[in-house]
């Protein structure tokens, strides 16, 4: 990699920390462009190369996240390999485990650090969009029993906050231990879990 690649990598991950950083201590709303460089240890002028504002800088990095989602259901991800429903899950929660916990305090930030509240609603979309894809693409139908947009909603907004409660606890298991827990969790539902002594 050239020295200058790298020096620019190294600029946009002290200001991707000190966007999460300050976003926790203050809020989105609240933060100025001032804020983030100044914990970054750059000077403004830099921060504007690579971004017309803080909103800009949000977005970019949102749609980073975005981006990244999308692939892990192509290019020899889930969407090109999984061959069953079950294989589409346990390589879905394999993979989608495994990048969470990668870009975990930005994800925390957005969520619960009054960072974007659409950013949830964004990420939720895309998977229900891309899960559905693939089913439709192995021939799997959702049950007629209750209106599929209930399922949709159940079985995407369970992940995603089961999710949200692992990567927010101080010593979250592993992702490849989350993605078993995820597995077994989505075969039942809440009340399966209850058992007599």
Do not use: C
């Not at 460089?37 to 990095?61: S, V």
């Amino acid at each position: 990699m050239h020295q200058n690649d790298l020096r620019v990598r190294k600029t946009r991950a002290k200001i991707k920390r000190a966007l999460i950083e300050t976003i926790n201590e203050k809020g989105f709303g609240n933060l100025t462009v001032s804020d983030i460089t100044e914990k970054a240890g750059i000077n403004r002028g830099t921060f504007y190369i690579d971004y017309k504002g803080k909103q800009d800088l949000l977005e970019q990095l949102e749609e980073a996240i975005y981006s990244d989602i999308v692939q892990l259901f192509h290019d020899n991800g889930t969407i090109s390999s999984a061959t069953s429903y079950e294989d589409l899950n346990r390589q879905f929660f394999q993979k989608f485990s495994a990048y969470i916990y990668g870009d975990r305090d930005f994800i925390l930030a957005m969520v619960l650090g009054n960072g974007d509240p659409m950013f949830y609603h964004k990420i939720k979309q895309i998977l229900t969009r891309e899960l559905l894809k693939r089913m439709e693409y192995l021939g799997i139908k959702m049950s007629d029993e209750i209106p599929h947009e209930y399922i949709e909603e159940y079985a995407i907004g369970s992940m995603l906050n089961l999710s949200i409660y692992w990567l927010e606890k101080d010593n979250p298991e592993p992702p490849n231990e989350f993605a078993k827990i995820m597995m077994r969790a989505r075969t039942k539902a809440p009340l399966a879990f209850a058992v007599k002594e």
